[in-house]
């Protein structure tokens, strides 16, 4: 087994204690999402604080338009194969549509299924309205983080990706959320695509890590989508606050093409990668082939019948 594949040493846990403190020493958190195990142990080892098993999987793993598609079973997946790899971040399920909305006993229930999986906690979407079932989450001992600014469960309703919190009455209604998600017991609040100045205002009026995507840098923590930093693009949207860190479009494109363009030519697979055999033995097969062919009777001749 190769050092890369190999168990990695025990490494302390990080837990929402840790994101606390990180918060309190004014420490910035690195938070990111993953789908699978070979993502999770490379941002694992990166030192990555967070990891997010987002619905977004449904866009970047299953080619859906949107986030509305996934379903529990398939992100209980993608969580399971996530908490294998992930030795130190804290890894957060993301409750995928309508699987906490209905009822209490649905949310706790779904929420459950990802503390089973392996997740340390569970995000959802939403402010005041959804309170209630954070409350019930967090009476389970549960954490919850909460999910405000641009919520793409909820495209229809907000007229689709567009900027949140850009005036102050906007601003505020947001801080009511963030407040009413406080009080139910959320850990942490995740703020998405919000000017700066809009998530700063929020981030100093409440007490729990506030962490942004596409929120600005006065946050407690950044979320990027592990596809974008990657420059791993599969779809059509391109967020303003992406900043790609590698290009992985061409580099994978690349790789496919040069194997294509071996095979055709039949320079691949070369001697190199056969497995030997013992000289005798491969004079063995090659006689009993050609014993084979020799006996083989010869086509059946149908005879032509004129109509």
């Not at 079932?133 to 967090?138: L, Q």
């Not at 959320?186 to 007490?207: C, H, K």
């Not at 790609?244 to 070369?270: H, K, Q």
């Amino acid at each position: 087994m190769s050092e890369s594949c190999g168990p990695r040493t025990s490494v302390k846990k990080t837990t929402v204690t840790t994101l606390a403190s990180l918060k309190a020493r004014g420490e910035k958190a690195v938070f990111v999402t993953a789908y699978d195990y070979p993502t999770a142990v490379f941002a694992d080892r990166a030192g990555v604080d967070l990891i997010l098993v987002g619905d977004s999987a449904a866009m970047t793993m299953l080619g859906h338009p949107n986030t509305l598609a996934i379903t529990m079973t398939e992100m209980i997946v993608f969580a399971r194969a996530v908490a294998r790899g992930a030795l130190r971040a804290f890894v957060i399920g993301d409750l995928p549509f309508l699987s906490y909305q209905v009822s209490d006993e649905e949310a706790v229930r779904n929420a459950g299924a990802f503390l089973v999986a392996g997740c340390d906690a569970v995000k959802c979407e939403g402010g005041a309205r959804v309170a209630g079932r954070v409350r019930a989450m967090t009476d389970a001992g549960i954490a919850v983080m909460g999910h405000l600014g641009l919520t793409p469960q909820s495209l229809g309703q907000q007229g689709g990706y567009r900027v949140q919190g850009k005036t102050l009455a906007a601003v505020e209604l947001v801080l009511e959320d963030a407040l009413a998600l406080q009080a139910a017991g959320a850990f942490a609040i995740l703020l998405e695509a919000m000017p700066a100045e809009s998530a700063s205002f929020v981030r100093e009026r409440i007490d729990v890590p506030v962490y942004g995507i596409g929120a600005g840098p006065d946050v407690d923590g950044q979320l990027v989508i592990s596809h974008d930093i990657l420059g791993n693009f599969v779809g059509d949207i391109r967020p303003k606050f992406v900043s790609r860190f590698t290009n992985l479009d061409s580099i994978v494109t690349d790789a496919f093409s040069a194997y294509a363009s071996a095979v055709r030519s039949g320079d691949f697979p070369s001697r190199e990668h056969l497995y030997p055999i013992e000289p005798a033995e491969a004079a063995a097969i090659a006689a009993r082939k050609s014993a084979r062919h020799e006996r083989q009777p010869a086509p059946r001749r149908i005879p032509h019948v004129h109509l």
